[in-house]
């Protein structure tokens, strides 16, 4: 007898995830805000039945143009989770109230995306108005960047409000830097109520994407003040870096893509960089100096599937650092403008 085969729903992910920590060895986290209620995957299912659609067709239709975007759209929740929460507030504009996190040093002419989300948002406006939030959106899209790219799919629980305010400063403080130490990056994350291993899982967001010059020129020319190249880098990846990014200004917005072996495609190919001495950025080649992180390392770069698992996992994480639900913020009907 032919057995007829099972596709798990989203909902039924999302009710995996949601009692995961009833099980052993799973995560100990769950959908949920102490202070103001659940998040659910289905909490748009009737309010805004055609959503994750809009959604989808949003981010495939921005990535056929630009297959860059899939990178710019997850580092866009990155950088809003990071800072005092996902809850859209890198999307606001600059107001007489506040100086937003747009212009922060570690987003200006640097993060993207923002006109993504406002077309989706304005398709989602149409079909269901002031129903959904633009930090959901934007966790959406996320997730749907990373799927294009051939990365994992993962459970999306929704029902975020969008916040009040934004903080140029905030952001300056909070977001990592690639001239950071590890352990000043994982203080960060472990602030955020993350570990050293979502620090190294969610760094492998960096097998898609590209950094501009001036992120990691001094590895090339001056490695904290010698005069000389950073001496582990590969010397063939060295030389390609250095006829991309010259030692002038002219070149500091240059770009150079953060993994040279698969730039557009979300795999493990950035661990073996590193393991290879071929890794892009300072904080990324530190990651070897640590002995557990690269363990981690090691490990993912020999199996693709653990990478995804536990990517999946750490973005999930991510995707609840600090979320306002119930009546603790808005639904914007523009994203970049407080209501």
């Not at 130490?181 to 472990?190: D, E, S, W």
């Amino acid at each position: 007898m032919r057995h007829k085969t099972f596709y798990p729903t989203t909902a039924f992910f999302c009710l995996i995830f949601y009692f995961a920590p009833l099980a052993k060895g799973l995560p100990d986290y769950v959908y949920y805000d102490k202070f103001n209620g659940p998040l659910r995957c289905n909490f748009y299912d009737k309010s805004c039945p055609n959503l994750l659609m809009l959604v989808k067709w949003g981010v495939w239709a921005a990535f056929k143009n630009d297959t860059r975007i899939a990178a710019s759209l997850l580092r866009l929740h990155f950088h809003d989770c990071f800072v005092n929460g996902c809850d859209g507030s890198v999307l606001l504009d600059d107001t007489q109230e506040f100086k937003g996190e747009k212009n922060a040093l570690p987003n200006r002419n640097s993060v993207r995306g923002f006109e993504v989300i406002d077309s989706i948002k304005a398709d989602v406006e149409k079909s269901c108005p002031e129903i959904v939030s633009c930090v959901d959106i934007l966790t959406l899209a996320a997730r749907e960047a990373v799927s294009l790219s051939g990365g994992p799919y993962w459970p999306v629980a929704l029902g975020r409000q969008d916040g009040l305010t934004a903080s140029e400063k905030a952001a300056n403080e909070q977001l990592p830097s690639p001239f950071e130490p590890l352990g000043n990056i994982t203080a960060k994350f472990v602030a955020k109520g993350l570990d050293l291993k979502d620090a190294v899982v969610l760094s492998g967001a960096h097998t898609i994407g590209f950094a501009q010059c001036f992120t990691f020129k001094r590895r090339l020319f001056n490695f904290k003040g010698s005069g000389k190249p950073d001496p582990t880098l590969d010397s063939s990846f060295l030389s390609n870096l250095q006829s991309t990014c010259s030692d002038a200004d002219a070149s500091n917005r240059k770009l150079a893509p953060l993994d040279s072996q698969s730039i557009y495609r979300f795999d493990n190919m950035y661990y073996k960089n590193l393991l290879n001495n071929t890794g892009l950025l300072e904080s990324d080649q530190a990651l070897i100096g640590d002995p557990k992180a690269a363990a981690m390392v090691k490990d993912y770069s020999m199996d693709p599937f653990l990478f995804s698992k536990d990517f999946a996992a750490s973005m999930v994480k991510l995707g609840n650092i600090g979320v306002l639900t119930g009546q603790s913020g808005e639904i914007r009907k523009k994203c970049g403008f407080i209501n």
